[in-house]
Nanobody, 121 residues
């Protein structure tokens, strides 16, 4: 069992940066592949980035080159550094844990409650 709590969301202007954090409970955190997803109003939840247990990464095309996912297993925490934010990045951002290195919502077993990111133009 893994419990996840996101933080770091907020209201920023286009072009600004923001760093999200996701703190996990449980001794087996380091074994999980961890992902970030987002959901905008009226849209389906979509994949943003994933980091494997050994720190391999994969990004959606929409954030590649702007966002960076990382993890600190000693702190049971993953991060999402978001640069050059645009209004279309506005969404609730969720972190999630999976047993496999995947990018589909259905492949993730544990989810946080989400944190709101709003980017004004």
């Amino acid at each position: 069992q893994v419990q996840l709590v996101e933080s770091g969301g907020g209201l920023v202007q286009a072009g600004d940066s923001l760093r999200l954090s996701c703190a996990a409970s449980g001794r087996t955190f380091s074994r999980y592949n961890m992902g970030w997803f987002r959901q905008a109003p009226g849209k389906e939840r979509e994949f943003v980035a994933v980091i494997s247990w050994d720190s391999s990464t994969f990004y959606s095309n929409s954030v590649k080159g702007r966002f960076t996912i990382s993890r600190d297993n000693a702190k049971n925490t993953i991060y999402l550094q978001m640069n050059s934010l645009q209004p279309e990045d506005t969404a609730v951002y969720y972190c999630a844990a999976a047993n496999y290195f995947r990018y589909k919502v259905a492949d993730y077993d544990y989810w946080g409650q989400g944190t709101q990111v709003t980017v004004s133009s």
